[in-house]
């Protein structure tokens, strides 16, 4: 029992490392710290963060996976285009959110998350179940909170939002939460830093009634509504650039 006890700690050890690996990389990778110079060799990258060529070789094999590395015959280990990377992986998500603040990628964002959340809003409309309402008046609640300094905006807005993906009762709407997560975040970040603006209730409040009601048209003209209001930031934002 101890020698097996002993083999699952190395064995763990090796994949923290390894996760280490891929999260460090990972984020140099998507804030353009290769852009400008060749992806480091297996020797270079092992000798640099003083970890073993295995453990190297896997984190890399791993960003291939997502998409940021393509290995070549005589050229060696490059990095992909951003047409080429899984955008909706989670850990791509999670280092977009490290790239220097990007009003294209802003409004990217938007654009997919009214073609997907408004569609969403509909569907939560006519299919949710009580336990799915509950979790959108909760998240609504905790906006609520947060205006009065009680919860955390940013965590209010997205649970309001995701709430909302998971009662369409659709499990690939569903699946969009960690991209209306991450799309959040930034818009946000940029709400707050242009604007000085949080989430508007009434806005939020006219999504829940018309998802309560049973209304899928409102709710979709709803939420429709409320990301074209940070739509005409953007554009007002790129306009004075």
Do not use: C
Not at 65 to 82: D, E, I, N
Not at 94 to 105: G, P
Request: aromatic share 8%.
């Amino acid at each position: 029992m101890a020698e097996f006890t002993e083999f699952n700690t190395s064995a763990a050890m090796g994949r923290n490392l390894t996760y280490g690996m891929l999260d460090m990389l990972g984020k140099a990778i998507v804030t353009g710290q290769f852009d400008n110079q060749g992806f480091p060799t297996e020797a270079e990258l092992a000798k640099q963060y003083e970890v073993s060529r295995s453990v190297v070789r896997e984190a890399v094999k791993m960003l291939g996976a997502k998409g940021l590395l393509t290995a070549r015959p005589r050229k060696g280990t490059m990095v992909q285009g951003t047409d080429r990377w899984n955008l909706f992986d989670i850990d791509v998500l999670r280092w977009l959110l490290d790239r220097k603040f990007s009003l294209d990628l802003l409004r990217q964002f938007s654009e997919l998350r009214v073609a997907i959340e408004p569609a969403a809003a509909a569907l939560a409309a006519k299919a949710h179940g009580a336990e799915g309402l509950a979790a959108i008046r909760a998240g609504f609640a905790r906006m609520e909170a947060a205006e009065q300094d009680e919860d955390d905006p940013l965590e209010a807005d997205i649970a309001f939002h995701v709430a909302i993906l998971q009662a369409s009762a659709n499990p690939f709407y569903a699946q969009f939460r960690d991209v209306v997560t991450t799309a959040l975040r930034s818009s946000i970040r940029f709400t707050n830093r242009f604007k000085g603006r949080t989430a508007s209730l009434p806005q939020h409040k006219a999504v829940l009634d018309a998802i309560a009601n049973r209304d899928p048209l409102a709710a979709q003209a709803a939420m429709t509504e409320l990301i074209a209001d940070v739509m005409h930031l953007i554009a007002d934002a790129e306009n004075a650039a």
